[in-house]
């Protein structure tokens, strides 16, 4: 039989599957929330942040597991100003780039002395002696533009790509340095692909072209150390991408993460002989805001629209943090059936 890592690499070659996988492909935030668990506890205890991982893999048939999920990590490590919420994401409150000169006096630190990366590090390698026989297991990281504009401020680096081009490709190449002293610890790990996440490269914040110029060399640079390492490049971005699809599949990645707001049957069809698509159910208004059923009818609508070649079902970003177990759970019951 067919394991459920077998099948997330199958898909993710483009090849016919028998069942569609489903990739989530951010579980991380949600599960500790629905285990009572607060970040920061989970930061402390790696033990106790796997523990609420698998509480939700076996039931919702989870076909592949994001292991390390704090994806925002290298901003505060690089002296960004965080505010640590009791669950969800970790943002960046402050930034550390004012003008063009700071770029030459920023220092990557010793990266395993960081309590976040240390904790997020020995969450993956407990969560992958468990799961790494059976399930496809996934690390989330920022891209060099993302990055970027959190050591930058977003709102001013979107006003530098229209003002300051030369600051802002210098910006993204020491970007993608420090990211790079990350990656290549990363891929050291038991896990089996590397999800660079690009939210600040959406279509609802920059153009396909401004996309081309500033974020696409950046990504394909990084995911190269990622797949050099021998492990699997997946790209995620947050809105509608669906005029930057050869984009990002030039890019190199072997799979795209989508948003809600891309057709799904267009994406898999166009890229039919790049790159496979994951996604993209709806996060908030179907998964947190709906109900059971609404679930299942857009679960349905998604997997006939994908297919069973270069598609893998997922919500279209993070499970959002709230979401009922019940309507996660009840997308399993489609797609173990379809």
């Not at 690009?198 to 401004?210: E, F, K, R, W």
Request: one cysteine or more; proline letters at 5%.
């Amino acid at each position: 039989m067919t394991s459920s890592k077998e099948l997330v690499e199958s898909a993710l070659r483009r090849e016919e599957v028998e069942r569609i996988p489903f990739c989530p492909p951010f579980q991380g935030y949600w599960a500790l929330n629905l285990a009572g668990v607060s970040v920061i506890d989970s930061i402390k205890n790696p033990k106790m942040a796997a523990e609420a991982q698998f509480k939700v893999v076996e039931p919702c048939c989870m076909d592949a597991v994001e292991i390390m999920w704090d994806w925002l990590l290298p901003a505060e490590a690089m002296g960004c100003g965080v505010n640590i919420p009791e669950h969800g994401t970790i943002p960046t409150l402050t930034h550390i780039v004012d003008e063009p000169g700071m770029l030459d006096k920023l220092e990557i630190p010793e990266i395993n002395d960081f309590y976040r990366f240390a904790g997020a590090k020995s969450t993956a390698s407990a969560i992958a002696e468990k799961l790494r026989k059976e399930r496809f297991l996934m690390c989330s990281i920022l891209s060099p533009f993302t990055l970027s504009g959190e050591l930058r401020g977003v709102e001013q680096l979107m006003m530098d790509c229209l003002m300051e081009e030369e600051f802002v490709h210098n910006l993204i190449n020491k970007s993608l340095e420090i990211l790079t002293v990350f990656v290549e610890d990363m891929i050291t790990w038991d896990t089996d692909a590397v999800i660079i996440c690009d939210p600040t490269a959406s279509g609802d914040l920059i153009s396909a072209p401004d996309y081309a110029n500033f974020s696409a060399s950046s990504m394909k640079a990084l995911g190269n150390i990622v797949r050099k390492g021998g492990k699997t490049h997946i790209n995620h971005i947050c809105g509608d991408t669906s005029d930057r699809l050869d984009i990002v599949a030039d890019t190199g990645c072997a799979a795209f993460s989508v948003d809600y707001q891309v057709n799904i049957k267009n994406a898999v069809s166009s890229m039919s002989d790049r790159m496979a698509i994951i996604g993209n159910l709806d996060p908030a208004g179907i998964l947190y805001c709906g109900t059971p059923e609404d679930v299942r009818v857009n679960t349905q609508t998604l997997l006939e629209a994908g297919g069973k070649k270069g598609y893998l079902l997922g919500s279209g970003c993070d499970i959002p943090v709230g979401t009922a177990y019940e309507n996660v759970l009840a997308m399993s019951k489609v797609f173990m059936n379809f």
